[in-house]
């Protein structure tokens, strides 16, 4: 964790690697903790092996706690999400910040492998190239590969070909 976190609260150029759900929730901790304006997150489910971490729920409740924050969330299954009960709730809590779609498409990576990822304000990522083993790379200060996943996620977001309007789930 003190890797992770010196490497963020420096907002160093360096990739990291990290894999395993609890080394995921670290990373997320952290991502979302130094995030003070959007947040974009696409996952295959948001079951719990990571987003039911208390490191994970922690960080996303201190970003939506932040004044003008937005969370944007892509989401290939989403059956799951409401069984995942903390992160439900928290979602629910703060759904006027909160935009929720389900992806109808899977996300590739430029060498054509599935992926989940996530980006924050613009300059942070973190990229799951093996989604199945929670195998990850990422930055936290990284324009470029930032701007890119940005630019993937709007495409998918806003395409009603690619994604649909879930948001009435936090009703």
Do not use: W
């Not at 929730?25 to 987003?51: C, D, H, M, P, T």
């Not at 613009?122 to 930055?139: C, H, L, Q, T, W």
């Amino acid at each position: 964790m003190n890797y992770i976190h010196r490497l963020a609260d420096s907002q160093a150029e360096e990739a990291f690697t990290n894999s395993g759900p609890d080394r995921a929730a670290i990373v997320f901790n952290e991502l979302f903790s130094n995030s003070s304006k959007e947040f974009r997150l696409y996952a295959g489910n948001l079951g719990g092996k990571i987003s039911a971490k208390i490191l994970y729920l922690s960080g996303l409740r201190q970003f939506l706690q932040k004044k003008h924050t937005i969370l944007k969330i892509l989401v290939e299954d989403t059956t799951k999400l409401t069984q995942n009960t903390e992160l439900f709730t928290i979602l629910k809590e703060y759904k006027s910040k909160i935009q929720i779609r389900e992806s109808l498409v899977k996300a590739m990576s430029k060498d054509g492998k599935e992926m989940h990822f996530a980006v924050g304000d613009e300059n942070m990522y973190r990229i799951e190239v093996d989604p199945k083993n929670f195998k990850a790379v990422g930055s936290f200060n990284d324009l470029s590969e930032s701007k890119e996943l940005s630019a993937l996620f709007k495409r998918i977001f806003i395409s009603d070909e690619y994604s649909s309007d879930k948001n009435f789930i936090l009703a």
